[in-house]
T-cell receptor, first 112, second 115 residues
Framework: EDKVVQSPLSLVVHEGDTVTLNCSYEVTNFRSLLWYKQEKKAPTFLFMLTSSGIEKKSGRLSSILDKKELFSILNITATQTGDSAVYLCAVVPAGNNRKLIWGLGTSLAVNP | DGGITQSPKYLFRKEGQNVTLSCEQNLNHDAMYWYRQDPGQGLRLIYYSQIVNDFQKGDIAEGYSVSREKKESFPLTVTSAQKNPTAFYLC??????????????FGPGTRLTVL
């Protein structure tokens, strides 16, 4: 059965810390991996990863994919209280439908 | 502004009543989705539609129904057969023809509480 596992499930850090969130997957016919940020409402898109070893970067956030070891990481440097959210990972299998396989998310709390 | 709208934001219903949640998008996306989110359970797919007048069941379709008569609209009806309907409902859309074809964009959600 296809699955996506995120770790840790929750994390509490202080402002300024650097955090690394993990997303591992077991999916038949991998196509791409997506990261979202959810702050008590709709998930907002962060990154889409399709190739191993190519870092995607947006400000203090970055992400990379390892298709050999079947995982992705999301890094947040110099964390701010506004980074507090649930970070969701989803994998898109190859095929004609668009059914994403979602992880349970990592809940990040950044304390001042 | 292009985007996805859901209404209402909050909805309260008595047990045994059917209720319809609205989802509209002006992104010209072909595919639309309905998810349910419960604490600790992540996003679970209820129904999805890849084209007008066609839709498929997701992982938890029992007790729900949808229609897709227009490209922009994908309403979800929560019927009285749904045993535990209180949840946060999210609508999303994507475009198979776009550069970011796999990315789903979400509406603001509807929080349904059944009393």
């Amino acid at each position: 059965e296809d699955k996506v596992v995120q770790s840790p499930l929750s994390l509490v850090v202080h402002e300024g810390d650097t955090v690394t969130l993990n997303c591992s997957y077991e999916v038949t016919n991998f196509r791409s991996l997506l990261w979202y940020k959810q702050e008590k409402k709709a998930p907002t898109f962060l990154f889409m990863l399709t190739s191993s070893g190519i870092e995607k970067k947006s400000g203090r956030l970055s992400s990379i994919l390892d298709k050999k070891e079947l995982f992705s990481i999301l890094n947040i440097t110099a964390t701010q209280t506004g980074d507090s959210a649930v970070y969701l990972c989803a994998v898109v299998p190859a095929g004609n439908n668009r059914k994403l396989i979602w992880g349970l998310g990592t809940s990040l709390a950044v304390n001042p | 502004d292009g985007g996805i709208t859901q209404s209402p934001k909050y909805l309260f219903r008595k047990e045994g009543q059917n209720v319809t949640l609205s989802c509209e998008q002006n992104l010209n996306h072909d595919a639309m989705y309905w998810y349910r989110q419960d604490p600790g359970q992540g996003l679970r797919l209820i129904y999805y539609s890849q084209i007008v007048n066609d839709f498929q069941k997701g992982d938890i379709a029992e007790g729900y129904s949808v229609s897709r008569e227009k490209k922009e609209s994908f309403p979800l009806t929560v019927t009285s057969a749904q045993k535990n309907p209180t949840a946060f409902y999210l609508c999303a859309s994507s475009s198979p023809l776009a550069r970011d074809t796999d990315t789903q964009y979400f509406g603001p959600g509807t929080r349904l509480t059944v009393l």
